[in-house]
């Protein structure tokens, strides 16, 4: 799904935030990624996203490399791919309900298959009654949610989330964790970049940490392990 | 639940519903400003267009009307400073338009009546008798079938074979200056045709640009999100369109309005400058190319200007 | 400090986010606001900080009654209020010094007072070496800190943090819970918006409850009760 | 570590180094438009009052050299058409000369020489002795004290007293018209100066709003870290008078340019229509009232459109 080799990035002529990172995505698998603040976990996820191109290395995603790719099929590309910004990105002149519906309508869906979709993803994310009103005047965790939403609409083949619980307080950040689940089991790959160690360590998925520029794959641990420990 | 899992009705759907900008463009500051520009630009082009045709018509009155007369004055006095008596101006006067109507490059020749010359002449003199008493000379009005060096030529020497104290007088130089200035002017005209379309083109690409970087993160994001150039540039580009038909919409009108108000005043004052305007038909493609070019440059414009910089996205 | 009586609040025409709010905080003390997304935490801290008037009821600050006050006022007002916005609000064109320097600027304090302060919280907080940086090329954590450290700089007597360490991870975060402590004991009242449960457990700090607009305050619990009972 | 706890030489600190803006005001958009928009606005604001000031001087030195200028004519034939004989004339021409030399309200008057009148009519009857034969009319320049109702009169008068035949003319008909249309131009000009001033006025204000609608966040921001409202206003009134600085700056130059060279062009052609533009007193500070004006208007626009806006927030 997803090789990265040998991978460097700086931004302009500042030092490399990202240097020699070498990890392969399977199809299918869910990630956590952490470590601490400014250590280029979001760096990483732009790369993912194709936000930028790296300033060194190979990076591979779909069985493609993407260096040598065309525009347009990088613009398909990125059609396959959900991200969850950590700023959100909403756009401002556009309804919750547009907001979430752009992904369905850059792919040329139709307006009543997006209606429906949409409708009904924004009823599960607990915004049903805020689809017609603007990001600005929707509280922190109703934006973040909005934008968890844009990033699934499309059930796209890989989802990148940036802090996506960050603004939300811990009910509804499970239940947004299992949509995740629900959808990594349809066949997505998942990457979650996440400080919060409560969820990682409920949801026992393999972690990729960032420290000072260098990728550590911390092995899955054995969650229900840890759970026991946890209640003796 | 899992809403993930696909409804049978969903596939069936249908597009319906109208779609917007995804961009805030209409809510986009500078809007206005460039709608005014470009009806400013279409309002100068039709002024200047207006005024090409205007020239062109009024160089053409002027060619057919008067660029084939000339004037021939037969002198009260004889060469040797002897004066000749009325009637021997008479007799001169009518040898020359009898000779004249002869010859084949003369389309018409006519003397002016006596009463006409001493109107001319009336205001320093004043009126009365004291006139009939007086040598006057005798002035005739020629109209060539071509003005051209050998008819004059033919002509001059056929006056001179008459007598040789009779002069011709062309009006070649001063209807020269001014052939020359209007021709100077329809140029500074096409000029000005010139500048408004550079014009047009760098307010429209400048006005895009500063859209892309006012709106450069909803850009970005939808690129980000796997939106094709084309799917954004259509966007930017009816945008543009938008404005340039509105635009030179205005200005078409206002410019039309202008110009035929112009035509009303200059008809008053008996068109001496400007000539009734005949509306022709290629006036009309003129006026209608205009804004037509004017919107097909401005959503250019856009469109290689939102391409440019969408380029420099990875 | 601060007295809140009857308040209400609705925006535009839609329904009223905050209904009859009634509490009193007091000066020196120290506060956890918590709640549901979308109960109205922002709303009461904008009430707060005199980003809005109240629809309704009466708010008195400082021992002043808030609507009958002056223009001139009501801004010295505010520079005696230090304000962690969710969205952090940094002003992109001024680098991370300029934007903690931006509320001792407001106050007219010299310039060299400003740069000994501004560099050493900076330092403080972990960003000593981004000072010249502006916020749009800082990773979120970073933004947060610059924010969280323009809040702090002019040490107001009153500091209201909203969601302050949604971006950050706990080693992080606990560093500048430690820091608004620093600051409590300094005699500023504190009230802190936040989801993080694990922090709220930490410091034992009273709660201010929002549930779908009306406010229920919760004693202070003994939190080395709470940390003994954890241990066993 | 606390880094709460004074310091000592924190309170010592000195304000140095230079401020700039906490509003992004410099890489703002528009401000280059707004800066063409009141170079423009200048340019023509000193393009009228040039012209207004040429058409002033002009009008003057008509009304002195002219209007108190008239002429009068012996005719060569008298009341009852007979003619009178050159001497006759001439005698006439004299009567009148002395007699009116006497009066107080003429300044000089002046007979022209019959070589004048001939030259004029030579186009029409040739050169040569013949002229000498024919009675010419006699022809008087005079000038007047003060070209008014009462002076006129009398002249006409005394002119009836010496011969009913004597014609007075003035050149009071066609020099009214021309003093009419240059009060209208200059009245025009005024007019542009007024329209200048508003549309500043509007576009300074409109483009404060701009500004502060694109900058709402920060102006808000600042609004509610307890910058009072003069902190906020005074950073956009200096912006706005700097655009106002630069524009009218250029706008003056600009113009100043412009007028100097229409200045030598109208020398070279004689200066028929303007007047050659002696640079007064007036004028200079006519000329620098203009940027100035600009400059307190954008200024004060922004100023009150600061504060209205920021009057809504609480
Ligand atoms: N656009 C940019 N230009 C220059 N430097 C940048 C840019 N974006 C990020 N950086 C720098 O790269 C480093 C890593 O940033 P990044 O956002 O990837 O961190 P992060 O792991 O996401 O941190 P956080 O947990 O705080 O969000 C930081 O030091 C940041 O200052
Ligand atoms: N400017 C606004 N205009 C209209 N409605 C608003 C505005 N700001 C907030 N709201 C509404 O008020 C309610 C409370 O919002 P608020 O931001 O206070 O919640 P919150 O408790 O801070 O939530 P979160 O934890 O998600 O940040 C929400 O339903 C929101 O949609
Ligand atoms: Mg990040
Ligand atoms: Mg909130």
Redesign the interface.
């Known amino acids: 799904m997803i090789k990265f080799e040998h991978v460097g990035l700086r931004y302009g002529v500042g030092p490399e935030v990202l240097t020699d990172i070498d990890f392969t995505l399977e199809p299918g698998s869910f990630h956590f990624l952490t470590g601490p603040s400014g250590s280029g976990k979001t760096s990483l996820m732009t790369l993912m996203?194709?936000?930028?191109?790296p300033t060194r290395g190979l990076v591979t995603m779909f069985g493609q490399n993407i260096n040598q790719m065309e525009?347009?099929k990088?613009?398909?590309?990125?059609?396959?791919?959900g991200?969850v910004f950590q700023d959100f990105?909403l756009?401002?002149?556009?309804s919750a309900f547009d907001n979430v519906a752009?992904?369905l309508?850059?792919?040329g869906?139709?307006?009543?298959?997006?209606?429906?979709?949409v409708d009904?993803?924004l009823e599960?994310v607990g915004l049903g009654e805020h689809k017609n009103v603007l990001p600005l005047t929707m509280s922190g965790g109703q934006q973040q949610r909005v934008a968890i939403a844009r990033a699934?609409i499309a059930?796209p083949k890989l989802l990148l989330a940036d802090e996506p619980t960050g603004n939300l307080d811990d009910e509804i950040g499970f239940r947004l964790m299992n949509?995740f689940d629900?959808?990594n089991r349809?066949g997505t790959t998942i990457v979650i970049a996440t400080h919060n160690q409560k969820i990682m360590d409920e949801f026992g998925h393999s972690r990729l940490v960032l420290d000072s520029g260098t990728l550590k794959i911390e092995a899955p641990k054995n969650w229900i392990q840890k759970k026991i420990e946890g209640v003796f | 639940?899992?809403?993930?899992k696909p409804?049978k009705?969903?596939?069936?759907?249908?597009?319906?519903?109208k779609?917007q900008y995804?961009l805030?463009l209409n809510?986009s500051?500078?809007t206005g400003?460039l709608v005014v520009l470009i009806a400013l630009m279409t309002f100068l082009a039709i002024m200047a267009l207006g005024t090409s045709f205007a020239l062109g018509s009024m160089t053409q009155r002027w060619s057919s009307g008067l660029e084939n007369k000339a004037t021939i004055e037969v002198?009260?006095?004889k060469n040797d400073?002897d004066?000749r008596t009325k009637n021997e101006v008479n007799a001169l006067v009518e040898r020359v338009e009898q000779k004249l109507s002869d010859q084949p490059y003369i389309k018409s020749v006519t003397a002016l009546d006596q009463g006409d010359?001493q109107a001319?002449?009336e205001p320093?003199?004043?009126q009365?008798?004291?006139l009939d008493n007086?040598?006057?000379?005798g002035l005739l009005s020629v109209e060539l079938q071509i003005s051209n060096e050998s008819s004059l030529a033919k002509l001059t020497k056929t006056l001179a074979e008459i007598d040789e104290t009779i002069r011709l007088d062309t009006h070649e130089s001063w209807l020269g200056d001014l052939l020359r200035l209007t021709g100077a002017l329809q140029f500074a005209a096409g000029f000005v045709l010139l500048i408004i379309g550079f014009t047009t083109v760098a307010a429209v690409a400048g006005a895009i640009r500063?859209r892309m970087?006012?709106h450069n993160?909803?850009v970005e994001?939808?690129?980000?999100?796997?939106?094709?150039?084309g799917?954004i540039t259509r966007q930017l580009q009816r945008h543009a369109l938008m404005i340039g038909l509105k635009g030179s919409l205005v200005g078409l009108i206002a410019g039309l309005i202008v110009l035929g108000l112009i035509a009303l005043i200059a008809g008053d004052t008996g068109a001496a400058l400007l000539p009734d305007f005949h509306i022709q038909l290629g006036h009309i493609i003129g006026m209608i190319i205009v804004p037509t070019l004017i919107c097909i440059i401005a959503s250019m414009a856009a469109r290689f200007t939102v391409l440019r910089v969408l380029a420099q996205m990875?």
Do not use: C
């Open positions: 996203y194709l936000g930028r191109k525009r347009d990088l613009a398909t590309l990125r059609q396959r791919i991200v990105r756009l401002n002149h556009l752009l992904p309508r850059i792919a869906r139709p307006e009543k298959e997006i209606k429906d979709n009904e993803l599960w699934v059930r949509l629900q959808l349809m | 639940m899992n809403p993930f409804k009705d969903r596939r069936l759907g249908v597009a319906e519903g779609r995804d805030p809510k500051i500078g400003f002198p009260a006095e400073s004066l010359i001319l002449i320093w003199l004043g009365g008798e004291i007086i040598p006057l000379p500063t970087a006012v993160e909803e994001l939808l690129h980000l999100m796997g939106a094709g150039d799917y990875p």
